[in-house]
């Protein structure tokens, strides 16, 4: 799963300058999770936690990650993925370093997903992610992902 999951450092480093200025990378990937990880340092607010919008980009971005590296495993090897919606609830302060989390989900949402694709060449899935601070959920995203041709 690790050469997989460099595909996705590899893609940040391409198209998303964002993921440089804030450190983001991937933590780790196994096939049902993917977290992605960012240094608190260069995300720090004046409050010295998490910038808001560096916690919506990881969990926004973990969850469009899952859908990348599902796309590659499905051999579509240049996935055309956007986000159309996000709603994000920030429950706690994220004093330490930043890890999102997205789950793949249980059920056959990424069948359903890319027999959608390959039928009528369109698709879309809703996802969540989570970043926790000392095994407390700290921000909740549930975000929707769109792949086309």
């Known amino acids: 799963m690790l050469e997989i999951s460099q595909r996705l450092n590899e893609f940040f480093d391409k198209y998303l ?3 440089d200025h804030i450190g983001m990378r991937v933590d780790d990937y196994d096939g049902k999770s993917l977290t ?6 260069p995300n720090i607010n004046d409050k010295q936690t998490a910038f808001g919008g560096s916690l919506y980009c990881l969990c926004v971005t973990s969850s ?6 599902k796309s590659l495993e499905h051999n579509i090897e ?7 919606n996000a709603n994000i609830r920030y429950l706690l302060p994220v004093d330490s370093c930043i ?3 997205c789950l793949c989900p249980q059920d056959s949402s990424f069948d359903t997903f890319f027999t959608y694709y390959e039928e009528k060449g369109t698709a879309t899935i809703t996802l969540h992610s989570t970043i926790t601070v000392n095994n407390k959920e700290a921000v909740l995203c549930e975000a929707e992902y769109m792949i086309r041709r």
């Open 17 to 19: 300058p964002i993921a």
């Open 99 to 101: 890890r999102s989390t």
């Open 64 to 69: 469009w990650g899952m859908t990348y590296l």
């Open 78 to 84: 240049t996935p055309n993925i956007m986000v159309t």
């Open 36 to 41: 992605l990880y960012a240094p608190l340092k």
